[in-house]
């Protein structure tokens, strides 16, 4: 696997550990909805999502899943749902996803 992609893999997890902290404030605060990074793999983005609690658990039941701001999409991923103000995303890469799965902080899923 090239360093390139190693690195984008490991970016996308980073931010989806932060966000796990704003999924957890969010819900102790009892809000329906999150203000979260997106997930991409620019270590230099700073777009914030919005979208809801549930929506964001959803997308955690997979660990190769995350949310980016439209236009994020990098080689390696596929677009799984499209929604006005983010996209679901998918790692198809093999290495990339083999990565991802690895650094996910929940228990093991998909």
Do not use: W
């Not at 996308?12 to 990074?37: K, T």
Request: proline fraction near 5%; hydrophobic fraction near 35%.
């Amino acid at each position: 696997m090239s360093i390139h992609k190693e690195r984008i893999a490991k970016t996308e997890a980073l931010f989806r550990n932060v966000n796990e902290g704003i999924a957890e404030a969010s819900e102790r605060l009892e809000s329906d909805d999150g203000h979260f990074i997106c997930e991409c793999g620019d270590p230099s983005c700073t777009e914030r999502i919005e979208l809801p609690i549930s929506e964001y658990e959803r997308v955690r039941d997979d660990a190769t899943k995350f949310v980016v701001e439209p236009g994020h999409v990098k080689n390696g991923e596929q677009v799984v749902a499209q929604r006005r103000r983010y996209a679901v995303i998918r790692k198809v890469d093999q290495a990339m996803a083999s990565i991802v799965r690895r650094l996910n902080p929940r228990p093991k899923t998909a």
